[in-house]
């Protein structure tokens, strides 16, 4: 059989196998218990079927996936660039990564918004909407009836990601639930670590400021003192790759927009930036990325638990688009102290 090898990454540190094999192979949780019944997952070239083994950074795992095919099919005729992206977008898949009778938590590709406004929604009505884009929430019902065998059941939003932002996300699936949650996060005492690209110098330091709609140049931003919304968010570098950076931000609040705020306005924006890319009435940073949205990934997803009181945390690793650059920059880095 073909075997896949990865090396588990210091933001992968900690998670259980189990957990760790459906985020980064995107699979149904079925699917990676069977792989791990089957003994076809060796850690550290032992075989592992212990779905609670907990990961170590630089862990060496490797993955028994299939078969091999003797006569591939063809691949489809290529699409133009434009086409190509947006379709590669549509087929990303949405990853339940922990699930009970209370709560949900998935890895939201990019590019799928994760619920929809009540404006928007009263503004179209119920006939319309089957005509909006879907959502993260429309499509969750089928996929936990799709995990548990069971019918699709209603799933109640407690927070959101940006659409073009990837990661952790968790929906309530009782109203208790919603309440015990959403008391949480308005307290701020979930733990929330994102992972960015970031362009320019960057440093290490903790951002607080007050969120306006327009901070004077049309944009949401840090207004005057005692105006707008507290926000904080704590920043350290992790890696500069020459003129790019992959620093992790810790919200201590959870403000629209405000990773992508305080980093543009702190003269580090994110790659793929195009709104935030620059202090108040200052000039865009330069972007020689070529990513084709903001470089942000909610990697880190921390919480008590409604029912039980005990602390969960969850970790999902970079998608492909956000680790390919990672590792382009680091390529780009090397060459250039050579």
Not at 48 to 57: D, E, G, K, L, Q
Not at 116 to 134: D, I, M, Q, V, Y
Request: glycine share 10%; hydrophobic share 35%; aromatic share 4%.
């Amino acid at each position: 059989m073909p075997t896949r090898t990865f090396t588990v990454s210091r933001t992968e540190a900690g998670q259980n196998v189990l957990d760790w094999l459906r985020a980064r192979l995107r699979l149904p949780r079925k699917a990676a218990e069977q792989l791990l019944r089957g003994r076809k997952v060796r850690l550290s070239g032992a075989p592992c079927s212990n779905p609670a083994w907990r990961m170590r950074a630089g862990q060496r795992v490797e993955v028994e996936v299939g078969t091999e095919r003797k006569s591939p099919p063809s691949p489809p005729a290529p699409l133009p660039p434009k086409r190509r992206e947006r379709g590669a977008r549509q087929r990303a898949r949405p990853v339940i990564v922990y699930l009970d009778d209370h709560l949900v938590v998935v890895d939201k590709p990019a590019g799928l918004t994760t619920m929809r406004h009540a404006e928007e929604a009263a503004e179209f009505g119920a006939r319309a909407r089957k005509f909006l884009p879907t959502t993260l929430a429309d499509m969750l019902p089928a996929l936990i009836a799709e995990e548990t065998g069971g019918k699709p059941g209603p799933v109640r939003a407690v927070h959101r990601l940006d659409k073009e932002t990837s990661g952790l996300v968790v929906f309530a699936r009782t109203r208790a639930a919603e309440q015990h949650l959403g008391r949480q996060f308005r307290a701020h005492t979930t733990e929330r670590k994102y992972l960015a690209l970031v362009r320019g110098q960057a440093a290490s330091q903790r951002i607080e400021s007050r969120l306006v709609r327009d901070r004077g140049d049309g944009r949401r931003g840090s207004g005057p003192s005692g105006e707008g919304q507290r926000a904080v968010t704590h920043v350290t570098v992790l890696e500069q790759l020459g003129d790019f950076a992959l620093v992790e931000c810790r919200l201590e609040t959870g403000r629209t927009h405000q990773v992508r705020i305080h980093l543009g306005e702190a003269g580090m924006p994110l790659c793929g930036e195009r709104v935030y890319d620059r202090p108040p009435h200052g000039r865009p940073v330069p972007d020689g990325s070529d990513i084709g949205r903001v470089a942000l990934h909610a990697a880190s997803l921390g919480l008590d638990h409604p029912a039980t009181g005990q602390r969960l945390k969850w970790s999902a690793p970079l998608p492909p688009d956000m680790a390919g650059l990672l590792e382009r920059l680091r390529g780009r880095a090397e060459r250039a102290k050579s």
